[in-house]
Nanobody
């Protein structure tokens, strides 16, 4: 069964940078719209950034100017470059994407990767 696999989380000091990656485990699937969400302890999951297959992007106000979402359609991968990180960015980050093949299309979530911003 196809999965979304995230990587790149970790511990970083305030002001630092991290790059998250997301890849579909089965390359026979095409990645359509994809997005990153995050969930901090005790809070609901929230939208961070999204990108269409054609490259149109949108961002939560809290990350505009600091985060950049990108994708490589040929490799079925997506990424989230996070700069100027703040303690309030600490959360589990999830990749979300619509994957499709000849059998149809479905919405998928990755397992999540922890990002901790702390001195």
């Amino acid at each position: 069964q196809v999965q979304l696999v995230e990587s790149g989380g970790g511990l970083v000091q305030p002001g630092g940078s991290l790059r998250l990656s997301c890849v579909a485990s089965d390359r026979t699937f095409s990645m359509n719209d994809m997005a990153w969400y995050r969930q901090a302890p005790g809070k609901e999951r929230e939208f961070v950034a999204g990108i269409s297959r054609g490259g149109t992007t949108n961002y939560a106000d809290s990350v505009k100017g600091r985060f950049r979402i990108s994708r490589d359609n040929a490799k079925n991968t997506g990424a989230l470059q996070m700069n100027s990180l703040k303690p309030e960015d600490t959360a589990v980050y999830y990749c979300n994407a619509v994957l499709s093949n000849v059998a149809g299309r479905n919405d998928y979530w990755g397992q999540g990767t922890q990002v901790t911003v702390s001195s």
